[in-house]
């Protein structure tokens, strides 16, 4: 059976991603790209070797030396994850989580997760905290979400610590901690976790902080948060930080080029209170911007987007 090329796709970023936000230990091995490397591989399958099979997997997955099949990448990850190998297993619980090229089976999914997740692998933490956190599989739980959270943020995992920073904002499975909530949120925003620079972008407005908070909005709009773009507009308007008319102009500009309404609206009614001068620097300013910053739309991840 084919496996869909959007399928083969997902799996690559997926795969991508999963070396950057946990550790060399947790990293998921890929397909060999030269001939000789799957060669090698293949005398490893055939002694049962779970990083082999799980490398095989991949192979399916993208097509890569053999035919792409869904069917056969299952089979080589659950005989990688029957051996307790936590990389396939994290794999595994991803596919029965989101349905790729089989039906989502939250029964499943939680199964694998859940195995990975108690061998210390963070990226399974923070999916079964995902499961938590939406009832899918197991009843909804604030508080076991927060707990696997927390394991998977403790091992620099961005999205977890950004999610246990909002838990511990609002009280949510956990006591309320403001002041520790905005340690976790800063620590995911050093890891350019989009979500997490905004909301300390916000905290540090609030005190206000102006020169920390415009940083932090500009990384989050750099990272494809359009409403960064559109609350940075809005502190360069307040009197608190300067009131400069045309910078709040140029980032409305910005805005409303990738898609804010409220950034749209604002630019219009600024736009007659500024000199042909400043409007033309803005104007400069925001087409310099968006020129090195091509792909900021706005990004969601898996998660979000359920």
Same mark, same amino acid.
């Given at each position: 059976?084919a ?5 083969r796709?997902v ?14 230990q +947790?990293?998921?091995p ?5 001939? +000789?490397?799957?060669?090698?591989m293949q ?12 490398e095989? *997997? ?13 069917q056969?990448?299952i089979?080589w ?26 039906p989502a +089976?939250?029964?499943k999914?939680?199964?694998?997760e859940?195995? *990975?997740? =108690? ?8 999916d079964?905290a ?9 009843k909804?739980d ?6 696997w959270?927390?394991? *998977?943020?403790?091992?620099g995992?961005?999205? $977890? ?14 006591a309320k901690?403001?002041? =520790?909530?905005?340690?976790?949120? *800063? ?6 976790d989009?979500?997490?620079?905004? =909301?300390?972008?916000r905290?540090?407005a ?5 020169a ?10 750099t990272?494809g948060?359009?409403?960064a773009?559109y609350?940075l507009?809005g502190?360069?308007?307040? $009197? ?5 008319? +045309? ?9 409303a ?13 600024l ?5 042909s001068a ?5 104007h ?15 990004k969601e991840d898996?998660e979000?987007?359920?």
């Amino acid at each position: 059976m084919a496996m869909n090329p959007a399928y083969r796709f997902v799996f690559l970023v997926i795969v991508l991603l999963s070396f950057g936000a946990a550790g060399s230990q +947790d990293r998921t091995p890929v397909c060999p790209r030269d001939t +000789d490397g799957f060669a090698a591989m293949q005398k490893k399958v055939e002694a049962r070797d779970p990083v082999a099979e799980t490398e095989l *997997a991949s192979c399916y997955d993208l097509g890569q030396h053999v035919k792409p099949n869904g069917q056969e990448s299952i089979r080589w990850l659950t005989e990688a994850a029957d051996q307790g190998y936590g990389p396939a297993q994290y794999e595994l619980g991803r596919i029965y989580l989101y349905g790729r090229g089989v039906p989502a +089976d939250y029964a499943k999914a939680l199964q694998w997760e859940q195995k *990975a997740a =108690e061998q210390g692998d963070p990226r399974a933490q923070r999916d079964l905290a995902f499961m938590y956190e939406r009832g899918f599989g197991v009843k909804a739980d604030p508080a076991q979400a927060a707990e696997w959270n927390r394991k *998977a943020a403790a091992q620099g995992h961005p999205e $977890a610590q950004t999610q246990l920073a909002r838990a511990l904002d609002e009280g949510d499975g956990v006591a309320k901690n403001p002041s =520790e909530a905005r340690q976790w949120y *800063a620590k995911a925003a050093s890891q350019h976790d989009p979500a997490a620079q905004l =909301e300390l972008a916000r905290k540090l407005a609030a005190e206000p902080n102006c020169a920390e908070a415009i940083h932090w909005y500009k990384e989050a709009a750099t990272n494809g948060q359009p409403v960064a773009m559109y609350e940075l507009g809005g502190l360069y308007q307040s $009197a608190k930080c300067g009131a400069r008319k +045309d910078h709040a102009f140029t980032w409305f500009t910005i805005g409303a080029r990738f898609g804010s309404v409220e950034s749209k609206a604002e630019a219009e009614k600024l736009e007659g209170t500024l000199t042909s001068a400043e409007k033309k620097q803005a104007h400069l300013n925001a087409e310099q911007w968006i020129k090195k910053h091509p792909g900021a739309d706005e990004k969601e991840d898996e998660e979000e987007k359920r």
